[in-house]
T-cell receptor, first 113, second 108 residues
Framework: GAGVSQSPSNKVTEKGKDVELRCDPI?????LYWYRQSLGQGLEFLIY????????KSGLPSDRFSAERTGGSVSTLTIQRTQQEDSAVYLC???????????FGSGTRLTVV | GQQVMQIPQYQHVQEGEDFTTYCNSS?????IQWYKQRPGGHPVFLIQ?????EVKKQKRLTFQFGEAKKNSSLHITATQTTDVGTYFC????????FGEGTQLTVNP
């Protein structure tokens, strides 16, 4: 596609439920990041995928968070047993790799009630 | 990831005034990227600096990479209301990490 697509754009869920967030990167982009941004805050690194290499999961805040990237394209971020502190905007970004700029999606705003 | 500190955290200017944000690291950076995030929007890539002492310009924006590659700056000449947003520096090392950003407001 022309840009990075994220879905859903908004998600309201009850505490304790699982949620799945989707990121469709630009075609051919091998590098993909997930970040989390709370209101008025910076970007918190969650996970990084680069080609067929093992992902860098060092930013995932707990074992309730997991992510996968199938076929080197679409990525899903799953949060199990959501908590109120998980409420934030989840941003996905992709790049051709190497020293290239990243294109961000519009994000998924997650609200846990 | 490589850690950077951005200053100031907030900057309020009158339209037409200049604005500068600084990005500092305690370690040598291989490169640095700059992004702009408008209120309610997502970060947008502005530029990447790679060489020591590099200076790049985009209209009223001037980006610099220090000689020691430990700091970088973004300078906006004669700010406009369209410049409002948060400016992030982001070194690209083993991963892309973001500074805390400088939030710019411009009073018309």
């Amino acid at each position: 596609g022309a840009g990075v697509s994220q879905s859903p754009s908004n998600k309201v869920t009850e505490k304790g439920k699982d949620v799945e967030l989707r990121c469709d990167p630009i075609s051919g982009h091998t590098a993909l990041y997930w970040y989390r941004q709370s209101l008025g805050q910076g970007l918190e690194f969650l996970i990084y995928f680069q080609g067929n290499s093992a992902p860098d999961k060092s930013g995932l805040p707990s074992d309730r968070f997991s992510a996968e990237r199938t076929g080197g394209s679409v990525s899903t971020l799953t949060i199990q047993r959501t908590q109120q502190e998980d409420s934030a905007v989840y941003l996905c970004a992709s790049s051709p790799g190497g020293y290239e700029g990243y294109t961000f999606g519009s994000g998924t705003r997650l609200t846990v009630v | 990831g490589q850690q950077v500190m951005q200053i100031p955290q907030y900057q309020h200017v009158q339209e037409g005034e200049d604005f500068t944000t600084y990005c500092n690291s305690s370690t040598t950076l291989s490169n640095i990227q700059w992004y702009k995030q408008r209120p309610g929007g997502h970060p947008v890539f502005l530029i990447q600096l790679v060489k020591s002492g590099e200076v790049k310009k985009q209209k009223r924006l001037t980006f610099q990479f220090g000689e020691a590659k430990k700091n970088s700056s973004l300078h906006i000449t004669a700010t406009q209301t369209t410049d409002v947003g948060t400016y992030f520096c982001a070194p690209l090392g083993s991963r892309l990490t973001f500074g805390e950003g400088t939030q710019l407001t411009v009073n018309p």
